[in-house]
């Protein structure tokens, strides 16, 4: 009988152990609901230049100097207009325009001063070189929609240039 009794107490203290564990992980949300309480991924434009030496070390914490294909499309992105530079009608979006808005931006290429073009190849060596002696990769939202629609574009520029950069959230 003492056996029985025995066997049933830990029966119940296992049971109550695994309904508990249960109760806490039902209140546990997942991981997509964490992440859409936190709202879209925020990338912004730093408002000083910087050339391509500094341009690693450009965004605030939490940070990073963006890749291309980090912000290829930014439809699902949100732009932090209290960190990034603002043109007059940039609204809760990001600003447009090759002359204001050319930043560097992370290629995903191997280290590399200058390519067969400027754009997508070169990175001022892996962003380390900030002299006129390497080229860089650049990109920008377009601002003439009749040319080349709305997109981001790219291009290339000397390593000494001081530019924005391109940032995004960890």
Known sequence: MDKFRNSIIVLAIVAALVGLSLLSGAFTPPL?????????????????????????????????????????????????????????DSGFGPPTGRNSTSAWIRTGAPAALSGDSDAGQSNCNAWTVGTFSGLGSIAYLNDNWNSGGARLLTGGADCDTALKVWCIQD
């Not at 000083?48 to 990073?64: D, F, M, P, T």
């Open 32 to 88: 997509r609901t964490i992440a859409a309480e936190k709202g879209p991924r925020q990338f912004y434009l730093t408002t000083s230049g910087h050339n391509g030496a500094q341009a690693l070390s450009a965004c605030a914490v939490g940070y990073h100097m963006a890749s291309v294909w980090e912000i290829l499309d930014p439809s699902n992105l949100s732009y932090n207009r209290e960190l990034g530079y603002m043109q007059a």
